[in-house]
């Protein structure tokens, strides 16, 4: 499987992106999903999951409420959308699979990554 992430940029605080992730292979359904970011100086992070089918997802504390994670089995493609961006949010996004149908949070449970896209919230 390989992933392609896009629709980073520059953002003013308070303002929105849309990130997307298109995948191949043909078992993009039967995967969970997640994005992951890291900030400078920073571990990588998850910061949301979402299982095979939708059903389930997980948010970190630090973007429930703003970020929504979706998916589309049919088009391969997983987004984040990102709204009401903090500073805080700045950093490289990545997105993920696991050969699993449940989410998950840690970076050892995924079995690919894109490449990652460059988030920057500015003042």
């Known amino acids: 499987v390989q992933l392609q992430a896009s629709g980073g940029g520059l953002v003013q605080a308070g303002g929105s992106l849309r990130l997307s992730c298109a995948a191949s292979?043909?078992?993009?359904?039967?995967?969970?999903l997640g994005w992951f970011r890291q900030a400078r100086g920073k571990e990588r992070e998850c910061v949301v999951s979402?299982?095979?089918?939708?059903?389930?997802?997980y948010y970190a504390d630090s973007v429930k409420g703003r970020f929504t994670i979706s998916r589309d089995n049919a088009k391969n493609t997983v987004y984040l959308q990102m709204n009401s961006l903090k500073l805080e949010d700045t950093g490289v996004y990545y997105c993920?699979?696991?050969?699993?149908?449940?989410?998950?949070?840690?970076?050892?449970?995924?079995?690919?990554w894109g490449q990652g896209t460059l988030v920057t919230v500015s003042s």
């Open positions: 993920a699979a696991r050969r699993f149908l449940g989410i998950a949070t840690t970076e050892t449970a995924y079995d690919y």
């Open positions: 292979g043909r078992t993009f359904g039967t995967y969970a």
């Open positions: 979402v299982n095979w089918n939708g059903g389930n997802t």
